[in-house]
């Protein structure tokens, strides 16, 4: 039951309706008896500064979830960054400090690679094709040569966005191989797709006729948790990872930054 003392938790982006978070927070603060609620708010690139504004003045706001295509620019609007959030300038979570001040980090890229490993996918050395140089692509990109991947082709469809993010992500990793390609990702151990093509039923943009059997697919798109590149993928007999592992597989993270606790 939502009262006059329970925590507000967000999450906030542009297109909303697809997200997950709502469901699984609230899931969780009924599970474990939290005083809060978790609600989606839309904002418009335009409109999106103001919208955090409105935010940060909430007294009962704990934090929110930021999606896309916000996550970089709520880098400018935090009054600190921490963490991964500072390597690769993008921000997924924040939190509300009771001074109302706004600190933000970044567990997308955790939440994904611990997806895969959950998974008992071994990345040491693996190829990897990365669609999008986005927030979500930031994100994925850094984390993936983290974790040892041995050679990242990132594809976007403006270039220059991907040839910085290529950049930054050999200098913060040297042993990884980073490059930018155009969009053919045969050869490739693992396709990730980190842009938002996919939230509508019939969008599908790679072509995964040429992938090899052994190729693992994966999107960062939680719903619908089988898009159109998942369901072509596993129409060829490939391997899949579905988008809600990225956010399951960094949950305890994000409640931890924002100091969320049951009740003792």
Same mark, same amino acid.
């Given at each position: 039951m939502i009262t006059g003392t329970t925590r507000l938790y967000g999450i906030i982006g542009h297109p909303i309706g697809h997200v997950r978070v709502p469901m699984t927070f609230n899931a969780r603060f009924e599970r474990d008896g939290i005083d809060a609620v978790s609600l989606p708010f839309d904002a418009t690139p335009e409109r999106f500064s103001a919208a955090i504004r409105g935010l940060q003045?909430?007294?009962? +706001?704990? !934090?929110? =979830?930021? $999606?896309?295509?916000?996550?970089?620019?709520?880098v400018a609007l935090c009054d600190e960054v921490v963490g991964e959030a500072? +390597?690769? !300038?993008? =921000?997924? $979570?924040?939190?509300r400090d009771p001074d109302s001040r706004l600190v933000g980090e970044l567990f997308d890229g955790h939440g994904f690679v611990r997806g895969l490993q959950a998974a008992g996918r071994d990345l040491a050395g693996k190829r990897i094709f990365l669609f999008g140089a986005g927030g979500a692509g930031h994100a994925v990109g850094f984390a993936l040569a983290r974790a040892g991947v041995g050679a990242l082709t990132i594809h976007n469809r403006t270039t220059s966005k991907a040839d910085d993010l290529a950049r930054r992500i050999q200098a913060a990793y040297p042993g990884c191989r980073v490059e930018v390609a155009a969009k053919d990702p045969r050869g490739c151990d693992i396709v990730v797709n980190a842009t938002s093509v996919g939230l509508h039923d019939d969008d599908q943009s790679i072509d995964v006729g040429g992938l090899a059997p052994s190729t693992l697919v994966a999107e960062v798109i939680m719903k619908p948790e089988k898009t159109a590149l998942l369901r072509a993928?596993?129409?060829?007999?490939?391997?899949?990872?579905?988008?809600?592992?990225?956010?399951?597989?960094?949950?305890?993270?994000?409640?931890?930054?924002?100091?969320?606790?049951?009740?003792?």
């Open positions: 003045a909430l007294e009962n +706001l704990g !934090g929110f =979830v930021v $999606t896309a295509p916000h996550k970089q620019a709520m500072r +390597l690769v !300038g993008a =921000v997924n $979570t924040v939190r993928a596993e129409a060829r007999g490939l391997a899949i990872q579905q988008g809600r592992h990225m956010l399951d597989c960094q949950m305890d993270l994000m409640f931890d930054f924002m100091r969320i606790e049951a009740p003792r």
